[in-house]
């Protein structure tokens, strides 16, 4: 029973590029949730998606960053012309039900993005 | 606003000491509480959560938490630390998005957690 599966662990790219981070999430979930941890940081809520929907971005800063959940395949957090201070960890997690209540988020491993 | 305060940002125990973690925090409502425990390279680990009932409660791996709302305060124990228990632990509580959801999590800064043979 696999857990939340993000690719690829490390991503290293210039900056003007495009980050692209895939997260699939436990076989049964469809609730995903993108966090980004800063160095020294906590991790901060950036969006909520369920299937083909965006349910809450409030997290998600204005320009370069989008995600998606398809129907089909895994979600997409996808960071246009890429800046030094977006290297962080970016995790993704997916609950079975919407919130904690009754289902915890089960969080992936993580993508470390570094920008140089 | 609503906050997660980790006042402590490493700590350093004995194997076989006692452990406490302080954790307070800011939300207008009752709110949802957490902790997690990351390893290096790792995701996060759910350890505990709290949601209403008993303040006191029991986690994975011997923890424990107890909520205490005169102090806002939602702090992490175990009375025997293991070498293993050597991580980055961070509190969180739970906040309302949309639709209800509470899959929002505000998460404190960590506290990091080494242990002495």
């Known amino acids: 029973n696999a857990g939340v599966m993000q690719n690829p662990r490390h991503l290293v790219r210039r900056r003007g590029q495009e980050a692209r981070l895939r997260c699939s999430p436990m076989k049964g979930h469809s609730h995903v949730y993108w966090y980004r941890q800063l160095p020294e940081e906590g991790l901060k809520f950036m969006v909520y998606l369920q299937k083909e929907n965006i349910i809450d971005e409030s997290g998600m800063p204005k320009e370069r960053f989008s995600a998606e959940f398809p129907k089909e395949g895994p979600s997409i957090l996808r960071i246009q012309q890429v800046v030094r201070g977006d290297s962080a960890a970016y995790f993704c997690?997916?609950?079975?039900?919407?919130?904690?209540?009754?289902?915890?988020?089960?969080f992936g491993n993580g993508t470390r993005l570094t920008v140089t | 606003a609503q906050s997660v305060t980790q006042p402590d940002i490493h700590i350093t125990v004995s194997e076989g000491a006692s452990l406490e973690l302080r954790c307070n925090y800011s939300y207008g409502a009752t709110p949802y509480l957490f902790w997690y425990v990351q390893s290096p390279g790792q995701g996060l680990q759910l350890l505990l959560k709290?949601?209403?009932?008993?303040?006191l409660v029991q986690g994975i791996k011997g923890f424990e938490a107890e909520f205490k709302r005169s102090q806002s305060s939602f702090n992490l124990r175990k009375p025997s630390v293991h070498w293993s228990d050597a991580a980055e632990y961070f509190c969180a509580v739970g906040v309302e998005g949309y639709g209800g959801s509470q899959g929002n999590l505000i998460f404190g800064k960590g506290t990091k957690l080494s242990v002495k043979p």
């Open positions: 709290y949601f209403s009932g008993d303040t």
């Open positions: 997690a997916s609950s079975l039900t919407p919130g904690h209540y009754n289902s915890p988020l089960h």
